[in-house]
Structures are given as structure tokens and as C-alpha cells.
């Protein structure tokens, strides 16, 4: 059980357009999601909190409108990254708690690569 | 002082070998305590969790937890050229749902 999808698992884009990216918990409902961000070699970079039915919650130096959430049920969430530029060239990861116990579950990540 | 300390230098073990990893951290209010292991892009994977002080054990994997210390421990016995990962060190309070995170170990296992 705790299986948290992500699709795509790669794009390429040009510079200038929108991706989006979905994360989905397969067998568990997820009231709390959140959008990682890693670059090679480092750790993971918390973008956002995102809850069922309200506003994300962004860390301090993440663009919302830059990077759009939205968590419309219980098992999808989804992080579109607008007029994406190289520097937004990175490996995203979603993940989701099962419970209230704080055990998070990560998607298998995607590697998004603007051009 | 960063939330959570890993010391993320490299570390190779021949096959067989006690892989030992640790962390320390400064926030007294931290409660649950997790390992992830990581593989190359890829995302990370719930190795153990535990709650509160104590120690967990998971076939060759063991967790442990000193909270009066700030100290947590993660072994891997018998260790296998499959567990060549990077491991990653994760907790956070309670009621608080946001993780921090060690800056991760790179574990080699030589055949």
C-alpha cells in the first residue's frame, strides 16, 4: 500500500510554455500533499503544501504564479510550472501523507527539462 | 545551527559490511523520525518510520531514535551492492506535516 504516482516522469519543453504535472496517491486519500524540488546532488527543496479544497501554502522565495497547485480531491494534485524557463529545469516530487502520523509517501518524480 | 544535520560525505563498504548513518537535529519538538533510501532519479522511498524515542528493526534495517541526545541511527547489516543509494534522514513535529531533512548520504557497496 502508499503508492504515490507522478506523470509525466519526463517532459521537454521550450521555453516560454506551460507544463503540468500530476501526483496521485493511488490507494490511499491525502488530505496534505507537497511539491519538492531537487537539483543534482542535493536534497529536497520544499516548494508547497498543498491541501484538499484550499489554497497552497508556498515556501518563501517560491513564486506562486509561477508555479500553479491545485489539489481538487483527495488523490490528485497537480503543480503546473507556467512560462517555464531553463531555470526551472529540474526534477520535481510529489508526496502525500496517508495519515495523521506523519508518514509521507513520495511520487517517483519528474524530471522536467526547458529548452 | 541547521534544523537537521547529516554529514552527507561519501561512504563505501564492501559487500557484507554494518553500514551505519546518523543524524542530529536541534528542534526538541520533532517526534517522528524517518529514513529514506533514494535511488538515482528516482524518488525517495519510506525505508522506516518511528515515533518517539526506541529503537525499530525491519530485516536488515535498524532504526534508532535517542531524543534525549538529538541523535538518530540508521543500520543496514549484511549489506548488498542493491543498497548503493542515498539515504536520507527526515522528521517533523506533531501537527506539523512539513519534513526536514538531513542533506543525505551516498552509500556504496563494493561487490
Known amino acids: 500500500g502508499a503508492v504515490v504516482s507522478q506523470h509525466p516522469s519526463w517532459v521537454i519543453c521550450k521555453s516560454g510554455t506551460s507544463v503540468k504535472i500530476e501526483c496521485r496517491s493511488l490507494?490511499?486519500?491525502?488530505?496534505?500533499m507537497f511539491w519538492y524540488r531537487q537539483f543534482p546532488k542535493q536534497s529536497l527543496m520544499l516548494m508547497a503544501t498543498?491541501?484538499?479544497?484550499?489554497?497552497?501554502?508556498?515556501e518563501q522565495g517560491v513564486e506562486k504564479d509561477k508555479f500553479l497547485i491545485n489539489h481538487a480531491s483527495l488523490t490528485l494534485s497537480t503543480l503546473t510550472v507556467t512560462s517555464a524557463h531553463p531555470e526551472d529545469s529540474s526534477f520535481y516530487i510529489c508526496?502525500?501523507?496517508?495519515?495523521?502520523?506523519?508518514?509521507?509517501?513520495f511520487g517517483p518524480g519528474t524530471r522536467l527539462t526547458v529548452l | 545551527q541547521k534544523e537537521v544535520e547529516q554529514d552527507p560525505g561519501p561512504l563505501s563498504v564492501p559487500e557484507g559490511a554494518i553500514v551505519s548513518l546518523n543524524c542530529t537535529y536541534s528542534?526538541?519538538?520533532?517526534?517522528?523520525f524517518m529514513w529514506y533510501r533514494q535511488y538515482s532519479r528516482k524518488g525517495p522511498e519510506l525505508l522506516m518510520y518511528?515515533?518517539?524515542?526506541g529503537n525499530k528493526e525491519d530485516g536488515r534495517f535498524t532504526a534508532q531514535v535517542d531524543k534525549s541526545s538529538k541523535y538518530i541511527s540508521l543500520f543496514i547489516r549484511d549489506s548488498q551492492p542493491s543498497d548503493s543509494a542515498t539515504y536520507l534522514c527526515a522528521m517533523s513535529g506533531s501537527g506539523n506535516n512539513r519534513l526536514a531533512f538531513g542533506k543525505g548520504n551516498q552509500v556504496v557497496v563494493i561487490p
Open positions: 498543498s491541501n484538499e479544497g484550499s489554497k497552497a501554502t508556498y
Open positions: 508526496s502525500a501523507n496517508r495519515d495523521s502520523n506523519n508518514e509521507q509517501f
Open positions: 528542534n526538541s519538538a520533532f517526534q517522528y
Open positions: 490507494d490511499f486519500q491525502a488530505t496534505t
Open positions: 518511528t515515533y518517539s524515542s
